[in-house]
T-cell receptor, first 111, second 114 residues
Framework: QQPVQSPQAVILREGEDAVINCSSS?????VHWYRQKHGEAPVFLMI?????EQKGHEKISASFNEKKQQSSLYLTASQLSYSGTYFC????????????FGAGTILRVKS | DAGVIQSPRHEVTEMGQEVTLRCKPI?????LFWYRQTMMRGLELLIY????????DSGMPEDRFSAKMPNASFSTLKIQPSEPRDSAVYFC????????????FGEGSRLTVL
């Protein structure tokens, strides 16, 4: 049930773009994206709901392909502050069901 | 507003000892989740509660682990007896049914079992 994330790690220079993918073998109701910095708790970035509703903040966007049960997180014009580990979490049912996280994608932005 | 509060932040104990981790969710949140994070297994959901009632505990590793939520403002995760393989960071998170679905995580409790 754990979603699969790719790539496992990516290194960027400031200003470059990155895409992180998340896929599931099960039908999803929602996909969450979180970022975790070393030694800190995960912080919410974005939620994508079945039906296309999208909520988030910052200069980060995401998509949710319901037919393929895939989501992608787009980080454009990356900044040093974007460094961290990105996790997607997937819920199989309407809000309230358990949120299962992928293994994470380590993103490092260099100056 | 205060976020999710966990205690202790760090715990070092010896194998066989009882460990109790505590969590105070954000006031008004209906859901409370306990996650465990290790390098090998990532973020694992152990158990979650809705309105103080355990909904899914299928992630609890074994009978040595137990969790309670006696009221809306307090939850505990207990390990008895503890083993070295229980060493991990344990996160508590809460959310509100009518919100965006966002999980608010506490700062975590880092457990080391010697």
């Amino acid at each position: 049930q754990q979603p699969v994330q790719s790539p496992q790690a990516v290194i960027l220079r400031e200003g470059e773009d990155a895409v992180i993918n998340c896929s599931s073998s099960k039908a999803l109701y929602s996909v969450h994206w979180y970022r975790q910095k070393h030694g800190e708790a995960p912080v919410f970035l974005m939620i994508l709901l079945k039906g296309g509703e999208q909520k988030g903040h910052e200069k980060i966007s995401a998509s949710f392909n319901e037919k393929k049960q895939q989501s992608s997180l787009y980080l454009t014009a990356s900044q040093l502050s974007y460094s961290g580990t990105y996790f997607c979490g997937t819920a199989l049912m309407e809000y309230g069901n358990k949120l299962v996280f992928g293994a994470g994608t380590i993103l490092r932005v260099k100056s | 507003d205060a976020g999710v509060i966990q205690s202790p932040r760090h715990e070092v104990t010896e194998m066989g000892q009882e460990v109790t981790l505590r969590c105070k969710p954000i006031s008004g949140h209906d859901y409370l989740f306990w996650y465990r994070q290790t390098m090998m297994r990532g973020l694992e959901l152990l158990i979650y509660f809705n309105n103080n009632v355990p909904i899914d505990d299928s992630g609890m590793p074994e009978d040595r682990f137990s969790a309670k939520m006696p009221n809306a403002s307090f939850s505990t995760l207990k390990i008895q007896p503890s083993e070295p393989r229980d060493s991990a960071v344990y996160f508590c998170a809460s959310s509100h049914l009518r919100g965006t679905g966002e999980l608010f995580f506490g700062e975590g409790s880092r457990l080391t079992v010697l």
